[in-house]
């Protein structure tokens, strides 16, 4: 069985972790050369498996403006179609993380095409448009507006060569009330792996002397990209509020640049 895995980028994050996790678990299950991971930008590369894997390049599955006009929009849907069709013929699966987030919009179409071509896909959802109502506004501007296609079919298609991959049970039910099927929706939380060993101890201390901070107190460490959707005001408070009780550490800087000043 030949499986593609495909995503925006593959900078530093959550999803390049996953993804990451991903090919280690299927290193032992696949023989050599069927598993390819497929991206859109590879200029940050943040992907570090322990399994060897052949990464490939292809731009067209990167983020899309908002600002492109439509002409230009509709000119550039063919070169994604063309790129996935030729994956899609070379795997017998696609497995696509964060396919509907409206970073690319001419990216999640051509998906809704290949899929009603009979292509076996999986969606791995680790958030939702829904939730981002710009995104969701860009999506609807270019899958309903310009090629006047079903927003809900592309998102959500009813087709049983679809499955859906949720992180947590609030997601899984979330995808049962649109209409989606229970044995299409599958619940994989995300993989934490450590390494051999009581380590924690010695890599606090490490962190502590590097950030020069109190050696003394707990270290309360927030995983994420610091921007505002990820509840940093309540990192925030939580750490004015103990600060006495312990030291607070956020691991990512923002990319997005209108996010930076807030961060500063």
Known sequence: MHTAILHYHLHPGGVTRVIGSQVDALADLMAAGSLTVYTGDMREHGFSPVASVDVKEE?????LST???AEEMILRFEPVMDALQKIASANDILHVHN?????NPLFTLA???MACQGVHMVHHCHEFPEDRPANYSFLRSVISDLFDESLQDVLYPSLTNVHYIVLTSVDYKRLLRHGIENDRIHLLPNPVSLPPGNTRGLSAKAVKKRLGID??????????RAIRRKNIGEFILLSVLFRDRASWVITQPPRNPAEKPEYE
């Open 111 to 113: 998906y809704y095409r």
């Open 59 to 63: 731009e067209v599955f990167g983020y």
């Open 67 to 69: 600002a492109l006009p």
């Open 99 to 103: 396919l509907n987030l409206g970073k």
């Open 215 to 224: 050696p003394s107190l707990p270290l309360c460490l927030y995983p994420v």
